[in-house]
T-cell receptor
Framework: GENVEQHPSTLSVQEGDSAVIKCTYS??????FPWYKQELGKGPQLIID?????GEKKDQRIAVTLNKTAKHFSLHITETQPEDSAVYFC???????????FGTGTRLQVTL | EPEVTQTPSHQVTQMGQEVILRCVPI?????FYWYRQILGQKVEFLVS????????KSEIFDDQFSVERPDGSNFTLKIRSTKLEDSAMYFC??????????????FGPGTRLTVL
């Protein structure tokens, strides 16, 4: 089955700096890669996603890149703000309405 | 904006008791899922459900677990005889059936289950 690895497990950046979180996946059939933000005591909230026919996608301060050959994808957050502090999860799935396999999460701390 | 809702937010039960966790998916969604997250760990898939039957289930989803869509709006997860290791946060999710939108799963706020 699919295995998703995520690094780093914790990341501390100063406000205004960029943050990068990386994930690798094992199943070449995976074609959908969402990123979720989870705040304390809440459910995962989708922040951006990318499909395998696209190499990069951007939404304001957030971007995701995908390298299908290397089987890795990354989340980039620019101009970080304190409200970006949360746990971020990457995930992968193999098709429509298929299960999501999650990474182990990255705790991002944005300090003033 | 439509959202997935879950009740209760926190459920405390004794080992061996049955619990039912409830979810109201987004109204026009027809794919439903349950995931769980043990404290401090990653989110794990339990089961997916479509057209009144299970589409896929994980090894975690054994005979002690069942799911049901009892009416047009609710989706439930039942654990027949809870164990200490069932203590976790349980998340319900739903997705649309419209083409690629079915890829996107929207999560509820979760039910924290504590088994004593």
């Amino acid at each position: 089955g699919e295995n998703v690895e995520q690094h780093p497990s914790t990341l501390s950046v100063q406000e205004g700096d960029s943050a990068v979180i990386k994930c690798t996946y094992s199943d070449s059939a995976s074609n959908y890669f969402p990123w979720y933000k989870q705040e304390l005591g809440k459910g995962p909230q989708l922040i951006i996603d990318i499909r395998s026919n696209v190499g990069e996608k951007k939404d304001q301060r957030i971007a995701v890149t995908l390298n299908k050959t290397a089987k890795h994808f990354s989340l980039h957050i620019t101009e970080t703000q304190p409200e970006d502090s949360a746990v971020y999860f990457c995930a992968a799935s193999t098709g429509t309405a298929s299960k999501l396999t999650f990474g182990t999460g990255t705790r991002l701390q944005v300090t003033l | 904006e439509p959202e997935v809702t879950q009740t209760p937010s926190h459920q405390v039960t004794q080992m061996g008791q049955e619990v039912i966790l409830r979810c109201v998916p987004i109204s026009n969604h027809l794919y439903f899922y349950w995931y769980r997250q043990i404290l401090g760990q990653k989110v794990e898939f339990l089961v997916s459900f479509y057209n009144n039957e299970i589409s896929e289930k994980s090894e975690i989803f054994d005979d002690q677990f069942s799911v049901e869509r009892p009416d047009g709006s609710n989706f439930t997860l039942k654990i027949r005889s809870t164990k200490l290791e069932d203590s976790a946060m349980y998340f319900c999710a739903s997705s649309s059936t419209r083409g690629r939108e079915a890829d996107t799963q929207y999560f509820g706020p979760g039910t924290r289950l504590t088994v004593l």
